[in-house]
């Protein structure tokens, strides 16, 4: 089935963007759709409230053509079927207003597929709490930060038309973001802050994942090393002036006699080494013919 024409990039509002993206000569129905579905009406299931595909298509501010487009195209989930009747949900009204969001933002329904399907991979690869890290048991007192909730509209508004198939799969590979249920967790708003920052400033966001893919190994490097440095000096004298042993919360409070302590340090050696790196090309920066350009820069200016 051939793409549809160019979706609009306004703000989707009731008929505004079921023309352009029906595509000419489909059926205004779908073949599996029974008039019963156009009878407005909700109720509840499981403690959950449900929509039929009018009432959905209200609540989504579309047209249940547009609606039963987008199920043609996979965009949504089948629903659940009484009979002949199909009963949609907050997930499937909640995946409406993205969509609609990503289309007001100049993304394509091809695009929008595709980085649908990867937020579903995510999702499904792995749960947030592992994907971030989050051991119940132990919380850690280094991180000083509150992982933060974004709607998928919400990350792209801060990337400004980078959130592409290709970042989302790098950011979730490093670990900057995990997927739960229908929001993104962002597993750091200075990370996030900064990153769109850098966006802003012109430098593209896979460029910034990837110097964040070469921080994120060094500084791996770094805890390592006051890792070792507490497992083998400060804990043993601590394990030895407690029989019983120790809890999780006597080992946080070990580990927070060291966060500050080891801050110091990446943040006295980071200064230092940025210093030595600018040093050794200011000269050559400062020279209009011998600057590199943007694809020329070479590995060691990378942060």
């Keep these: 089935m051939p793409e549809p024409p160019t979706e609009p990039s306004a703000a989707p509002h009731a008929d505004a963007d079921s023309t352009p993206v029906h595509p000419p000569g489909e059926p205004p129905h779908a073949p599996d759709q029974d008039p019963a579905d156009d ?4 109720q509840e299931a499981d403690g959950k409230r449900e929509f039929r595909m009018a009432e959905l298509a209200e609540r989504a501010g579309i047209t249940t053509r ?23 949900n907050e997930h499937h009204l909640a995946r409406l207003r993205t969509i609609s969001a990503l289309l007001a933002r100049g993304h394509t329904l091809g695009g929008i597929r595709e980085l649908l399907h990867a937020f579903e991979h995510g999702r499904d690869s792995r749960s947030s709490a592992e994907a971030l890290g989050l051991d119940p048991a132990l919380i850690s007192p280094f991180t000083e930060e509150t992982p933060v909730r974004l709607t998928p509209e919400a990350l792209a ?38 990153s769109a920052a850098l966006v802003k400033t012109g430098i593209p966001l896979s460029a910034v994942l990837e110097a964040g893919r070469t921080v994120r190994s060094a500084t791996d490097s770094m805890a390592e090393a006051f890792t070792e440095i507490f497992r083998t000096h400060l804990l043993p004298k601590k394990l030895a002036d407690a029989p019983d042993g120790l809890d999780a919360t006597r080992v946080n ?18 200064a230092l080494a940025l210093d030595r790196h600018t040093r050794t090309h200011l000269d050559t ?7 590199p350009t943007p694809d020329e820069a070479p590995d060691d200016e990378q942060p």
């Design 39 to 42: 009878a407005g009406d909700t």
């Design 66 to 88: 547009t609606l039963r487009f987008y199920r043609e195209r996979k965009l949504l989930s089948p629903p659940r079927r009484e009979g002949r009747i199909a009963w949609y």
């Design 157 to 194: 508004d801060h990337y400004a038309g980078e959130v592409t198939v290709d970042n989302l799969a790098t950011s979730l590979d490093i670990g900057y973001v995990a997927v739960d249920g229908d929001e993104f967790i962002h597993v750091s708003p200075r990370l996030l802050n900064a």
């Design 253 to 270: 409070a070990l580990l927070a006699e060291l966060r500050p302590l080891a801050k110091e340090v990446v943040e006295a050696e980071l």
């Design 285 to 291: 920066w400062l020279t209009p013919d011998n600057a």
